[in-house]
């Protein structure tokens, strides 16, 4: 790249958040071993010869990079990952090593990602060169935002002593305490409907996968990205969620009302053992301390945040796409209230949260126009105004539920019709037809 073209705004832009991006995983990483876990970066390392934690989304990574392949190669890599693994496997079952503490496969994905990173640097130039190293970063980035997402939310349980529960609970009066009645529903359906909600809850990237790899199953034959795509929503997402938490620190209905979950949390901790029996009583809030363990990641809700994305980017897909993705989101929406991880208000700030960001990443594309600016701060005001009722009006919203909980959902519906409307309106026109010309009769 000559010195003129490093001079572009657009250059200079992405290298100085790249920097502070790095700059940011540095510090990231020195925190976490101060609480004396292993950082992002340190992990992520670590997976080069270790057993992976993260077997599935490297594979996943791996198919977001193979995009920017021809199908040759993505047969090619995809059988060395799986031949990786499978020597790997039977080295460990050799030596009776078991894959203790991570997944037995996953390192041939992330083994492929990296020498298609050395190919790219030694054996391609130019154009060709720049889209491999784009494939992979995009890959590796899939997984990385998931391993920073982990430390921050071991950073929250572990300096963020005391939780907002009681707060979020008694606005929760405003929706009808959701949580509570969607979590009778949800023990109802017995194991098989529990199984059902488990894994689409947990499996919530490989819907992320799909979508994104239909979005980009051009990239190969076009050479290049385009502009939008879900992934971007997804790391930012990632990203800026956790600060939240830093401000609005809460565990959940099951861990703060009921008996905890994974091992987590318990009766010992939690104020009253009432999820989801019995809702929580209407009383003056407070906060209250809660164990080092259980991450406070309720505020907003980042599953909604996403299984919203997902639902978004799945609008311009195929009829089957658009089902999945409606279907994901609906049956996200009812793991994370059934299972107890979040309160209804939540779920509505993850929404309002996940629009805002989708907003601001079209415009920075486009360009920030009237319209741009004037939703995004619509977006953010909304968010923020949501916070401070959540934390400052509680009790009013408990006492005066069919006044907050139709304000609540006209608040998330404001937002919800701005972005479709003005979403609408960048929309490329479709350029009308020309019309021949009447020609003079023939006399």
Request: glycine share 10%.
């Given at each position: ?330 049956a996200t929406l009812t793991a994370t209230l059934g299972f107890g991880y979040h309160y209804g208000v ?98």
């Amino acid at each position: 790249m000559t010195f003129a073209a490093w001079r572009r705004p657009r250059v200079i832009l992405w290298a100085a958040a790249s920097v502070v991006f790095l700059g940011f995983l540095i510090a990231l990483e020195i925190t976490a071993r101060r609480l004396g876990v292993t950082g992002p970066l340190v992990s992520q390392v670590r997976e080069v010869i270790f057993p992976p934690k993260s077997g599935f989304l490297l594979y996943g990574g791996m198919a977001l990079m193979m995009v920017v392949l021809t199908w040759r190669q993505r047969l090619i890599g995809a059988g060395v990952a799986v031949g990786i693994d499978a020597v790997i496997l039977l080295v460990r079952w050799v030596l009776d090593a078991p894959a203790t503490g991570g997944h037995p496969f996953g390192t041939g994905a992330l083994w492929v990602m990296l020498g298609c990173a050395v190919i790219a640097v030694t054996r391609r130039t130019g154009a060709e060169r720049a889209l491999l190293l784009k494939g992979v970063g995009l890959g590796l980035a899939l997984v990385a935002g998931r391993k920073i997402g982990d430390i921050w939310l071991f950073i929250t349980a572990k300096t963020r002593p005391m939780v907002l529960d009681q707060y979020v609970a008694t606005a929760d009066h405003a929706l009808g305490n959701p949580s509570w009645v969607v979590g009778r529903i949800v023990e109802a359906s017995g194991p098989v409907g529990n199984h059902v909600l488990d894994v689409i809850y947990a499996q919530l990237a490989v819907a992320a996968v799909a979508v994104a790899m239909y979005q980009l199953r051009h990239v190969a034959t076009e050479r290049r990205f385009p502009v939008h795509h879900l992934v971007r929503t997804f790391l930012v997402i990632g990203l800026l969620g956790p600060a939240v938490y830093m401000i609005f620190p809460v565990v959940g209905p099951v861990f703060a009302y009921g008996p905890g979950a994974s091992g987590t949390g318990g009766p010992e901790w939690a104020l009253l053992n009432l999820w989801p029996n019995t809702p929580s009583p209407v009383n003056v809030p407070h906060s209250m301390i809660y164990d080092g363990i259980t991450p406070r990641n309720c505020m907003p809700s980042l599953h909604t945040a996403w299984a919203t994305a997902i639902f978004i980017h799945s609008r311009k897909g195929p009829r089957a796409l658009r089902i999945a993705g409606t279907f994901w989101l609906i049956a996200t929406l009812t793991a994370t209230l059934g299972f107890g991880y979040h309160y209804g208000v939540d779920l509505v700030a993850g929404v309002v949260f996940t629009l805002t960001i989708e907003a601001a990443l079209r415009a920075f594309d486009r360009g920030w126009d009237r319209s741009a600016i004037q939703l995004v701060v619509h977006g953010a005001a909304v968010f923020a105004a949501l916070l401070v009722a959540y934390r400052f009006l509680p009790l009013e919203m408990a006492r005066h539920p069919w006044v907050f909980g139709p304000l609540l959902i006209l608040a998330m519906l404001s937002v919800i019709h701005g972005y479709i409307r003005t979403t609408r309106q960048w929309e490329p026109k479709a350029a009308p037809a020309l019309q021949a010309e009447p020609q003079p009769e023939m006399v």
